[in-house]
């Protein structure tokens, strides 16, 4: 694998990605590691998932925009093959509208002609430096993501912006010193808010904790790296903010229920 950096302002964090031949042992009931957003391009076969709204069969010469978040299981009965991407947004803001779509998208292949050379060739540009690939990627994944939101309305969104603006000052401080893991105390002082009560507005509005929502992201920097490129787990741990590569161990176990050398192996979605 290449050494490569993380892109700390794109848009979107890419998790991983390639090309797959699935059979029945793809098959497999979700968990944690599914707590993503997945783009799915059939060239062969069909697969099937189950998210906590519909069922949906996957079909060749289709693409599929699939909440991860959702999921509930999937299914290949007999073969399939596909072009794969898994990817998080790092902004809060986004997470939040995202987390609002809870249906399957799908295309036709030919309707994404002009994304073809990236999704096919996941594999060969992560070989490539990392801006390089990283303007290609995030740019077909903007356009998806923008294609499937524009299917929703967010009116409910003007009292998660006024609560946003109130603690921009605060998330804007977690993002730059994320790997620093501040204490609540420490975030909830640059908004002058009590740090129980900073930890109650925030989850109130983005359903996860101040601290969680730290970790998760910090997590997300190490699946990247483990992913793409071929630094060690002790070089991994210094980058995504963990004390140890034993306490990165623990903790991705704990979150994922896999070690980090054992997700660093997995070759398909």
């Excluded at 303007?135 to 946003?164: I, S």
Aim: proline content about 6%; charged content about 20%.
């Amino acid at each position: 694998m290449p050494s490569t950096s993380i892109t700390s302002d794109a848009p979107f964090t890419f998790l991983g990605g390639g090309y797959a031949r699935c059979d029945h042992t793809w098959g497999k009931p979700a968990t944690a590691l599914d707590r993503c957003y997945k783009l799915y391009f059939l060239t062969e076969g069909s697969g099937q998932i189950e998210t906590q709204t519909e069922k949906v069969r996957l079909r060749a010469n289709y693409g599929y925009f699939i909440p991860g978040f959702q999921l509930i299981e999937q299914a290949c009965p007999k073969r399939m093959n596909v072009h794969w991407i898994h990817f998080t947004p790092p902004s809060l803001y986004l997470a939040y509208q995202l987390s609002n779509i809870s249906s399957v998208h799908r295309w036709k292949l030919n309707e994404l002609s002009q994304w073809e050379p990236i999704y096919t060739d996941i594999g060969c540009m992560l070989e490539q430096p990392p801006h390089w690939y990283q303007c290609r990627l995030q740019a077909m994944l903007l356009d998806l993501v923008g294609r499937v939101m524009q299917f929703y309305e967010f009116k409910h969104m003007a009292a998660v912006d006024a609560v946003f603006e109130q603690l921009q000052p605060a998330i804007t401080y977690m993002e730059d010193n994320l790997l620093a893991n501040p204490k609540l105390e420490e975030i909830a002082r640059i908004v002058h808010l009590a740090p129980n009560y900073f930890h109650r507005k925030f989850k109130s509005i983005f359903f996860i904790t101040p601290l969680a929502y730290m970790l998760r992201r910090r997590l997300d920097i190490a699946r990247q790296l483990l992913l793409s490129t071929d630094m060690t787990v002790k070089q991994i741990a210094h980058r995504s903010g963990f004390e140890s590569p034993f306490y990165l161990s623990r903790i991705f176990k704990r979150e994922f229920g896999i070690s980090p050398s054992d997700y660093r192996k997995k070759t398909g979605p």
